[in-house]
């Protein structure tokens, strides 16, 4: 097999860039700003007519809280173990599964156990989810839905509704999630067996469950988002 030199890595540097700001839906103005540099400089760099050095490299990785490798997608080396790093927000844990900046996000959540289970606190955002319990009783707040998912069910939904995941008793909660901007592309026969399993759940839980709390928030930028 043969293996991207590299100047094949730099010159696909300015693409990647320019797909991760809009993935995330920074403006040029707004990424400038944050990095202390001008926007013609962040044009030309992602439009391939600059080459990325470490001045300008450093600072993107650090805006964008991803590492540096994955940022001008610099080949792996002989060594297969790939080396996860968990981030921890809105007091849970997310390990990113995938390594690309832009497009479709994969990641395994843990939400840890608690004395008692928290109220939902829903918020929005663009995009689209497709989730998958692992093991524990997930509880998903979507719009006026509020589920129990227990291990083996999947839900899909419009993150532009008002939506909260947490706990339903408490206990520990893992889960496969795929998330992207522009819509998660499950295969035909996933994509039934989802909103099955969602459209199921809904009609056993819409008399016995209460209306959720609603009240929109932002997430972390792409990446994160409870």
């Given amino acids: 097999m043969d293996h991207p030199t590299d100047d094949d890595v730099l010159d ?26 001008s926007e013609s400089t962040l044009s030309r760099l992602e439009s391939g007519q ?8 450093l600072p993107l990785a650090r805006v964008y809280d ?11 080396t002989g060594d297969p173990r790939i080396h996860l790093k ?4 809105f007091g849970m844990a997310f390990v990113p599964l995938s390594r690309r900046p832009g497009g479709v996000h994969a990641f395994k959540m843990i939400i ?37 998912l227990p291990p083996g069910e999947t839900a899909e939904f419009d993150t532009s509704l008002p939506h909260w995941l947490g706990s339903a008793d408490g206990g520990a909660v893992e889960l496969l999630v795929l998330f992207g901007l522009d819509g998660v ?23 016995t469950s209460p209306a959720p709390h609603t009240g929109p928030d932002r997430p972390p930028g792409n990446s994160g988002r409870r």
């Fill in 66 to 76: 991803v590492p540096l490798d994955d940022l001008v997608g610099a080949p792996r």
């Fill in 112 to 148: 840890p156990a608690r004395p008692a289970p928290l109220e939902p606190a829903p918020r929005t955002h663009e995009g689209f989810e497709w989730l998958h319990v692992l093991s524990g009783r997930l509880r998903l707040v979507t719009g006026e839905r509020d589920l129990t």
């Fill in 12 to 37: 696909a540097v300015g693409a990647r860039l320019r797909a991760l700001r809009r993935d995330r839906g920074i403006t040029l103005a707004a990424l400038a700003s944050a990095i202390g540099v």
């Fill in 50 to 57: 600059r080459r990325p050095g470490l001045e300008l490299l």
């Fill in 185 to 207: 592309r499950t295969d035909a026969r996933t994509a039934r067996t989802a909103r099955t399993a969602l459209t199921s759940r809904m009609t056993r839980t819409a008399h």
């Fill in 86 to 89: 968990p981030m921890n927000r």
